[in-house]
């Protein structure tokens, strides 16, 4: 028997990427009482419903980046919809980047990760994923056009829930360590100037379509987190 699309991208998702997954365990996390006016100033953010947001939380290596990401996405994932839901929070999805990990070291695989996420926690548009994927499986394909991913499997998802969460609080989605989206054939201690263009260029455009994603007027209220290192490209592309 054929597998149906929805368990060809259960396949295809990168479960490693959730925040919560066991590839990243021991998960850093913040402290309690620790870094509480960066996380309030991030929670302020993330509960305004006026626009979406594109959120940009950059900084040196080591300085906690991803403990925050792991500390927001917990508490996003702890907060309801509307208080008559049982499963739907206000966790849209995430993807933590590494560039020790294949799948996770490049933006190949990011909108499907997303979508299978977005699908779990709201069941209603899950048929509408698997109908884009059953019309052209090649979405599934890590060297699909990036903008024809987002468009199939992350804006039409979100533009089906824009009228059921008239009024909720805003969505979330969670992307953390960007920098570390590095084409797997390149070794970021060895590459060449053209090399390092070639995996900046990845970056600039995933940056790109997200701001574009949310200037459409059809989603829901959603803001986007991004962390990485203070990276030229990446500050420019913001």
């Known amino acids: 028997m054929s597998e149906g699309p929805w368990e060809k991208l259960s396949q295809v998702a990168v479960k490693g990427a959730e925040y919560d997954s066991r590839e990243r365990q021991p998960h850093p996390r913040c402290l309690e009482r620790t870094r509480v006016a960066l996380l309030d100033h991030i929670y302020g953010l993330s509960d305004k419903k006026e626009k979406n947001r594109l959120i940009w939380l950059h900084g040196t290596a080591g300085v906690g980046k991803s403990a925050v990401a792991f500390t927001v996405a917990e508490r996003m994932r702890g907060l309801k919809m509307t208080e008559e839901t049982k499963i739907e929070t206000r966790l849209g999805g995430t993807f933590f980047f590494s560039r020790k990990h294949t799948k996770r ?3 190949g695989y990011f909108f499907a990760t997303l979508a299978y996420q977005l699908a779990i926690n709201f069941p209603s548009v899950r048929s509408h994923v698997s109908k884009a994927i059953l019309e052209n499986p090649a979405l599934l394909d890590p060297d ?3 903008r024809h991913q987002m468009e199939a499997l992350f804006l039409q998802p979100l533009r089906k829930l824009q009228f059921r969460l008239r009024g909720c609080s805003p969505l979330a989605f969670i992307v953390d360590a960007l920098d570390e989206c590095t084409p797997e ?3 970021p201690s060895t590459f060449e ?3 390092e263009d070639k995996f900046n260029s990845e970056i600039v455009e995933l ?3 997200l701001a574009q994603a949310l200037r459409d007027p059809d989603l829901p209220v959603t803001h986007i ?3 990485s290192r203070s990276e030229a490209h990446i500050h420019e592309a913001m």
């Open 185 to 187: 054939s390149l070794d």
């Open 225 to 227: 987190l991004v962390t």
């Open 105 to 107: 070291r490049t933006t």
């Open 207 to 209: 940056i790109s379509l």
């Open 144 to 146: 699909k056009s990036l």
């Open 193 to 195: 100037p053209l090399e």
